[in-house]
Nanobody, 121 residues
Framework: VQLQASGGGVVEAGGSLRLSCVAS????????IGWFRQAPGKQREWVAS???????NYADSMNGRAIISRDNAKNTMSLQMYDLKPEDTAVYYC????????????????WGRGTQVTVSS
């Protein structure tokens, strides 16, 4: 099982980052996959999603500041983020959007390893 996000880091407000996700084929068989994030003390929230056909949707907080893309042949996905703000600071995860399509290991939904994004003001 492989589900790993990478590309996070520490940037100043206004900066950019490109996150990448590598996932097992099973996850990329899902029609809709996307990015989520979880800030300290907050629940995980949806950031952006993309269908197998390339239709994209973004949370209001990221609309206009991010571009999501996927390569179905390579089982990879990316999130290019621009004009980052301190409130974007969180651990970012990739996964299937529909809960029933996510991997479950030991009875627990599998989220893999996220990547930390820290935006300084």
């Amino acid at each position: 099982v492989q589900l790993q996000a990478s590309g996070g880091g520490v940037v100043e407000a206004g900066g950019s980052l490109r996150l990448s996700c590598v996932a097992s084929e099973g996850i990329f068989n899902s029609n809709v996959i996307g990015w989520f994030r979880q800030a300290p003390g907050k629940q995980r929230e949806w950031v952006a999603s993309i269908t197998r056909g390339g239709s994209r949707n973004y949370a209001d907080s990221m609309n206009g500041r991010a571009i999501i893309s996927r390569d179905n042949a390579k089982n990879t996905m990316s999130l290019q983020m621009y004009d980052l703000k301190p409130e974007d600071t969180a651990v970012y995860y990739c996964n299937a959007i529909n809960a029933h399509e996510r991997l479950v290991i030991g009875g627990v939904p599998y989220w893999g390893r996220g990547t930390q994004v820290t935006v300084s003001s």
